[in-house]
Nanobody, 123 residues
Framework: QVQLVESGGGLVQAGVSLRLSCAAT????????MGWFRQAPGKEREFVATCSRSGISTYYADSVKGRFTISRDNAKNTVYLQMNNLKPEDTAVYYC????????????????WGQGTQVSVSS
């Protein structure tokens, strides 16, 4: 059973950068497609970014394309989300996700979720 633990969230001002990390334990990390989702207050959880098992293929939500970058280090069992030029509308709890196939862009394809990390962006 894979456990996912996110870190790196915080309270920042608009325009700055943050990098989220998600460390995986208890499974064979390289066999999972990985993704990031987010949930803002009063809204449904939405897809943000995903990468293939190798990390070569990536796919992004239109709202973050060009600002966010997903990457993974299979030797460290870790996936990252580099978030640049943050905007107040990026404020949400960010969840790491693991699933069997790429693109991992729908919540119902996710097999394992992390507990989430809060990102708050002030204007």
């Amino acid at each position: 059973q894979v456990q996912l633990v996110e870190s790196g969230g915080g309270l920042v001002q608009a325009g700055v950068s943050l990098r989220l990390s998600c460390a995986a334990t208890g499974g064979i990390f390289s066999t999972y497609a990985m993704g990031w989702f987010r949930q803002a207050p009063g809204k449904e959880r939405e897809f943000v970014a995903t990468c293939s098992r190798s990390g070569i293929s990536t796919y992004y939500a239109d709202s973050v394309k060009g600002r966010f970058t997903i990457s993974r280090d299979n030797a460290k069992n870790t996936v990252y989300l580099q978030m640049n030029n943050l905007k107040p509308e990026d404020t949400a709890v960010y969840y790491c996700a693991a699933g069997p196939s790429f693109p991992l862009s729908r919540s119902n394809y996710v097999q394992h979720w992390g507990q989430g990390t809060q990102v708050s962006v002030s204007s």
